[in-house]
T-cell receptor, first 113, second 113 residues
């Protein structure tokens, strides 16, 4: 099993450009999450999907959209990138219950100029 | 609302010395508690978790944590650290009945030779 995979690993954007971060898991997990990690801020939840077909806002959803394409895939889209979105983005998944372990991908490092 | 406070942003400790990383949480209901570790340039992985039962929880790599309900704390300990423990450690809390968890801002553990 590959676990949780994320593409791309690195990306540089100019302000105003758009892009989609891809995440896939092969563990048959129900819940998936997108976080951003900034120095001194820890991990902050952007969006999550408790099950296929549902998505909900987290702590910092502004400027992002998500799509739960199927049970395996959960994508994060930046419609018009801003320098404040420079960050490391992590995708995670859990079997379905909040007490379960979260499995993280390796991250996408995004720089917005 | 849930919150997690990691009292130290950085902790230097000599190799083979003991270490304690502190975590306090606030929540009005029963909680699940977690410690995750992030090695350089990697995603997070679970060290240990408290769901119920014994308040002393043992995890991977010789780490353990103790749940103290009266002090709302979940401090992480290791009796003798190794250079390979150099990483950032995150405490996290989830309210029972909710489907997401809140992470602390992290504590960087620096092992001194």
């Amino acid at each position: 099993n590959a676990g949780v995979t994320q593409t791309p690993k690195f990306q540089v954007l100019k302000t105003g450009q758009s892009m989609t971060l891809q995440c896939a898991q092969d563990m048959n997990h129900n819940s998936m999450y997108w976080y951003r990690q900034d120095p001194g801020m820890g991990l902050r939840l952007i969006y999550y999907s408790a099950s296929e077909g549902t998505t909900d806002k987290g702590e910092v959803p502004n400027g992002y959209n998500v799509s739960r394409l199927n049970k395996r895939e959960f994508s994060l889209r930046l419609e018009s990138a801003a320098p404040s979105q420079t960050s490391v983005y992590f995708c995670a998944s859990t079997p379905g219950d909040y007490q379960e372990t979260q499995y993280f991908g390796p991250g996408t490092r995004l720089l917005v100029l | 609302a849930q919150s997690v406070t990691q009292l130290d942003s950085q902790v230097p400790v000599f190799e083979e010395a003991p270490v304690e990383l502190r975590c306090n949480y606030s929540s009005s209901v029963s909680v699940y508690l977690f410690w995750y570790v992030q090695y350089p340039n990697q995603g997070l992985q679970l060290l240990l978790k408290y769901l119920s039962g014994s308040t002393l929880v043992k995890g991977i790599n010789g780490f353990e944590a103790e749940f103290n309900k009266s002090q709302t704390s979940f401090h992480l300990r290791k009796p003798s650290v190794h250079i390979s423990d150099t990483a950032e450690y995150f405490c996290a809390v989830s309210d029972r009945g909710h489907d997401k968890i809140i992470f602390g801002k992290g504590t960087r553990l620096h092992i001194l030779p």
